[in-house]
């Protein structure tokens, strides 16, 4: 059985060869900080959130696409697969993606915290590429695309050509970020000190980057700042607007930084079918608009953008028996074997 995961850093899905998607659950752990037992995981850990009592923690373990608490990653990831490989006796091979330009520490670790599970061997692919390859893309021919996948930890943004990646750049933060800003936002104009389940939940419900037709509101609820009391808040979409299109447009000047590297031939492919936006941030209301403003080329969401990420990487599957038959002048989008 081969297995294709996508490690992110708000939520993690597992692709099985021949059945598809069979896992999507947030990537965060509740623990006991003594002991670092792990208490829940997924769901379950995720509306405890905020509501912690003292020496337990929720947290989400990686940060910006790497994994920032490599004990807490491997025992999560071992929870996760245990749910979806239920037997041990046959040993998979599982893929995993990678943020463009991680270090070959995070490499590695992203590796470990896959093998602990006791795999049989691991191979790596760029989460811009699988995007590429999950949203239809002609990745492996000599034609360009620009993918930007858009999570919550970074934003990815690729030029594929013949199964591997001519320029790209990630920047960090992105959805993430998002949620801070709404806080800081809010205790800032209101006074009001929400938590990030509450931004998040916000974001999702009337965040846009376009001056909305009709307003819409959002209640929010928290601590007031200087009373130290419950308060509730009604905020405008045009106010979430005014929080997280700061962050947007660092992306959309990522975009551009793509674009005057890309050499001449490939931006004619790029012009002619346009900019592709995947992720669960590029659903945002106005995200094409901004991106077409700001570039000047067409852009457009993927279908069903949440899942790209793991699509291509099932696709990826396909490539392996190459790998490990070391077949020469093929292409191949995997790029590393552990």
Do not use: W
């Amino acid at each position: 059985m081969d297995i294709a995961i996508d490690l992110g850093t708000s939520n993690t899905r597992i692709y099985i060869n021949g059945k598809g998607i069979v896992f999507d659950k947030p990537t965060v752990v509740a623990f006991y900080v003594e002991s670092n037992n792990i208490i829940a995981v997924g769901h379950e850990a995720f509306s405890m959130l905020g509501k912690t009592p003292a020496g337990m923690k929720v947290l989400y373990p990686l940060a910006c696409g790497v994994i920032a608490e490599s004990y807490l990653v491997e025992d999560m990831v071992n929870i996760f697969l245990k749910q979806v490989n239920r037997s041990r006796v046959v040993m998979p091979r599982v893929v995993g993606c990678i943020p463009g330009d991680i270090t070959e520490v995070e490499k590695r670790a992203v590796v470990n915290a896959i093998s602990s599970f006791g795999v049989r061997r691991v191979y790596l692919i760029e989460s811009a590429k699988a995007a590429a390859m999950g949203c239809n893309l002609p990745v492996m021919s000599p034609h360009g695309s620009l993918i930007c996948d858009i999570g919550g930890g970074t934003a990815d943004i690729a030029v594929t050509s013949l199964g591997g990646i001519a320029v790209s750049k990630s920047i960090k933060g992105a959805g993430n970020m998002m949620d801070e800003e709404i806080i800081k936002y809010v205790r800032r104009k209101h006074n009001l000190h929400i938590g990030m389940a509450m931004a998040e939940k916000c974001k999702v419900e009337i965040g846009c980057l376009k001056a909305p037709t009709e307003e819409k509101t959002f209640r929010l609820k928290g601590r007031h700042v200087i009373e130290n009391l419950p308060r509730y808040m009604d905020i405008k979409s045009s106010e979430v607007m005014e929080a997280i299109q700061e962050t947007a447009i660092s992306i959309v000047k990522g975009i551009l930084d793509v674009l005057e590297q890309t050499p001449p031939e490939l931006i004619g492919d790029i012009y002619t079918d346009g900019i592709v936006l995947s992720g669960g941030l590029s659903q945002l209301p106005g995200f094409t608009d901004l991106v077409s403003d700001y570039t000047g080329f067409g852009a457009l969401v993927a279908e069903d953008p949440s899942n790209c990420v793991i699509k291509g990487c099932g696709k990826s599957i396909d490539y392996i028996e190459e790998v490990e038959h070391l077949t020469e002048g093929e292409l191949n989008p995997l790029i590393a074997a552990y």
